[in-house]
Structure formats: structure tokens, C-alpha cells
């Protein structure tokens, strides 16, 4: 299994989303894990809303800080795009993406089910990478 650190700026919203579906898409293919430069104090309950529409609980899931011991274990890292890469040393790993995900926070519900749409389409295309 890859294990795969999903980053962004709070931790609690994109990066949450990601590692929830890695969670379920990725099942004996992925070992996500989710991290922020400056975590929030909990998981966006928007986050938590849109993703129980789509049958996946992240209620659980908690924001962590990034530590070097986080990201010298991932084997992918990818960032959301919210602009982490400019102070994040995991730029210079081999397996680093930015997916560019515009960030709902303090939008409407529809803005979440944009990104929880668009980070689905992108999890499932790293697990059909992964598989191969």
C-alpha cells in the first residue's frame, strides 16, 4: 500500500474530503492521512454534510498538524491548492501533486459539493493509478 498525506493551509475541509474517499475508494490500495500547516480546531461540519450525502462518515476524522515525520513517511503527497507548496519541503518529493482544488470555506453548501465532487474524480483517478 502507498501511503498518501493529503495537505492543506486548516485541515479541515479539502484534505479531510480526500482522505475520507481514499479511505473508502482506495481500500487495500492507499494508507491516507490528512495534515494542515495551521490546523483548525475541527472538521468543517459542511465537509462532514456533504460527504454523508455521498455515504461516507468523516465526523470522526481530526485535523493534525504537518510534521516532517508525516511527510518523510508519505510516499505521495498532494496538496489541495491552497497554496501550501510555497512553505512546504514536501515540494521536493518525487510523488507531489497540487490538485488545485478551489477551497469552499465560508461558501455555500454548493461550493463543498464542487470540491467533494472534483476531489472524488481525482482520488479515484490515483487509485486507478495506483492499481497498475
Do not use: H
Request: hydrophobic share 40%.
Amino acid at each position: 500500500m502507498k501511503k498518501v498525506l493529503f495537505l492543506c493551509v486548516g485541515n479541515s475541509c479539502r484534505s479531510q474530503m480526500a482522505e475520507g474517499f481514499a479511505r473508502v475508494l482506495g481500500k487495500g490500495i492507499i494508507e491516507p492521512s490528512s495534515a494542515g500547516t495551521k490546523p483548525a480546531s475541527s472538521v468543517s461540519t459542511l465537509a462532514i454534510e456533504v460527504m454523508r450525502e455521498k455515504g461516507i462518515d468523516i465526523s470522526g476524522q481530526r485535523p493534525k498538524a504537518l510534521t516532517a515525520d508525516l511527510v518523510e513517511s508519505a510516499d505521495i503527497l498532494i496538496s489541495m491548492g491552497c497554496g501550501v507548496e510555497k512553505s512546504c519541503p514536501a515540494i521536493y518529493l518525487e510523488m507531489f501533486e497540487d490538485w488545485a482544488i478551489e477551497d469552499p470555506y465560508r461558501k455555500p453548501i454548493e461550493e463543498y459539493r464542487i470540491a467533494r465532487d472534483k476531489i472524488e474524480e481525482k482520488v479515484q483517478a490515483l487509485v486507478r493509478k495506483l492499481e497498475k
